[in-house]
């Protein structure tokens, strides 16, 4: 019998259309964490002004933001059992709603600390918010999570590039109140789609008891952590961080009894593929923040740039971060997770030694501006294939606890290595004496430390995402 002729090589895999659910789910929960990063960039910017009306010190002042984000730790570690209890879309729906009742609160506030605790509730409805939306992604995305979240993550970051420019124009016309009801239009409007877009909850096999020990351990040792880390110079905020490893600690113990009811699954991360990938989220995030730290410093302190041009050499970071989130699923799908991760660490790395090579010679504008749409490029390609290889690795009921264990880790990345990188800096400045671009080369080399330790973790990502199909 005559062979067959050899069958072609098949070619690359072509990109599945999107289903139309996927886009009216992943249109209307951007909607949510859009405006929480747009009412954080908001506020930040316009911190003095408040302060300046309401007639308070600096010190109050900070509380308005640093509120938010404890109050925000608070509640992460309630977001699997809150999901159990209620669903993810009452729960959705009840967290924006709180949000945008709160910033009425916030801005009805006529003192410093009505305004700061009117915050904290915000914060605590804001906790719930980012988690849900990837949850939600994740549950009708499957294997297309990658390009999804790519393509809801372009209004996110969006945010941070206008919300100067509406807090200026709101300054400049109105009173600082309206920072805040200006959220109102835009929160009843994403209220409304949620309530009618959404997919409706499906009925919990088993309702979980509520682990009250668990909570009573892990969101104040989380509090205490990011309180700790914010103040590590200072002796309380020693002493803050002491009582976190304790309470962090005991939590861990109590979760390794009780596997079954703990708050947080801590036997998420005996999947290999989840670990790895909740790891390098954890050393991503510390490596943005870092940079984000130390950058403007050097090109300010160490440079002696004002702060305008400082800031328009930044802004293209942005860019980068732009140009990439959108192709983020389909390169993904085309090359793997493994592959994506770990380019866009080389990339980040590669655009690094520039800003490292400048602390012995002059600074080159156009240097800079390349090195900053590198990095932004380099460190959106980190994210997604690893969130969405951590979501694939655990099985469709498992997705609320992966959520909870996985924004932990990213919350809690950028706080620990901004701190070891203040540490860093601190040292570095109290030898050298008055800063310098040279002063800043020992920092760059820790920051390009801890990109290796991200390109490490990547490297343990899987080479494709392969959905868990059952219990595991």
């Given amino acids: 019998m005559a062979e067959s002729p050899p069958s072609p090589a098949a070619p690359p895999p072509t990109p599945q259309r999107l289903d139309p659910r996927i886009w009216r789910v992943a249109c209307v929960v951007c909607i949510g964490p859009f405006l929480s990063q747009m009412d954080s960039t908001v506020v930040n910017f316009s911190l003095a002004t408040i302060r300046d009306q309401l007639h308070a010190t600096i010190q109050s002042a900070q509380w308005i933001i640093s509120g938010y984000l404890l109050a925000l730790a608070l509640m992460l570690p309630l977001n699997a059992w809150c999901v159990a209890r209620l669903g993810a879309k009452r729960l959705y729906l009840l967290c924006f709603s709180a949000f945008t009742l709160s910033s009425l609160v916030c801005g009805a506030a006529t003192t410093m600390p009505e305004l700061i605790g009117a915050r904290v509730l915000q914060g605590i409805a804001g906790g719930l918010l980012a988690p849900m939306t990837q949850l939600m992604l994740a549950r009708v995305a499957g294997k297309q999570l990658a390009r999804v979240i790519g393509y809801t993550a372009v ?5 941070p590039i206008a ?5 200026g124009a709101i300054l400049k016309y109105a009173h600082w109140p309206w920072l805040f009801y200006i959220n109102l239009p835009v929160g009843i409007f994403g209220i409304a789609l949620a309530a009618v877009m959404l997919p409706a909850d499906a009925p919990e096999p088993v309702r979980r008891p509520f682990d009250l020990r668990g909570f009573l351990l892990i969101s104040p040792g989380l509090v205490c952590l990011l309180y700790g880390l914010e103040h590590a110079t200072q002796v309380l905020g020693g002493t803050t961080l002491l009582a976190a490893m304790a309470l962090i600690g005991g939590f861990i113990a109590h979760a ?28 991503s995030n510390g ?6 730290l130390l950058i403007p410093l050097f090109l300010i302190s160490g440079c002696e740039l004002a702060p305008t041009r400082a800031g328009w050499l930044l802004a293209p970071m942005g860019l980068g971060m732009l140009c990439v989130y959108p192709l983020m699923g389909t390169l993904t799908e085309r090359f793997g997770c493994r592959a994506v991760s770990v380019t866009g660490i080389l990339l980040a790395g590669a655009s690094t030694l520039p800003l490292v090579w400048m602390t012995g010679h002059h600074v080159g504008s156009w ?12 460190q959106s390609a980190i994210g997604i294939p690893s969130v969405s290889a951590a979501y694939a690795a655990v099985p469709p009921e498992r997705l609320a606890q992966a959520t909870t264990a996985t924004n932990i880790a990213q919350r809690l990345g950028g706080p620990v290595a901004t701190t070891l990188m203040a540490i860093v800096l601190g040292a570095t400045a109290t030898r050298a004496g008055a800063a310098s671009p040279g002063s800043f080369l020992l920092p760059f080399i820790a920051l390009m430390a801890l990109q290796a330790l991200v390109l490490a973790a990547a490297c343990r990502l899987p080479v494709r995402i392969h959905p868990a199909a059952g219990p595991g």
């Fill in 155 to 159: 209004p996110i970051l969006l945010a």
């Fill in 367 to 378: 240097l800079v501006v390349m090195a900053m749409i590198g990095r932004g490029a380099g």
């Fill in 287 to 292: 490596a943005t923040f870092a940079g984000q």
């Fill in 163 to 167: 919300g100067p420019t509406v807090a």
């Fill in 256 to 283: 390794l009894r009780n596997r079954e009811t703990a708050l947080v699954d801590l036997r998420l991360f005996a999947i290999p593929v989840f670990a790895a990938a909740t790891r390098t989220q954890f050393l």
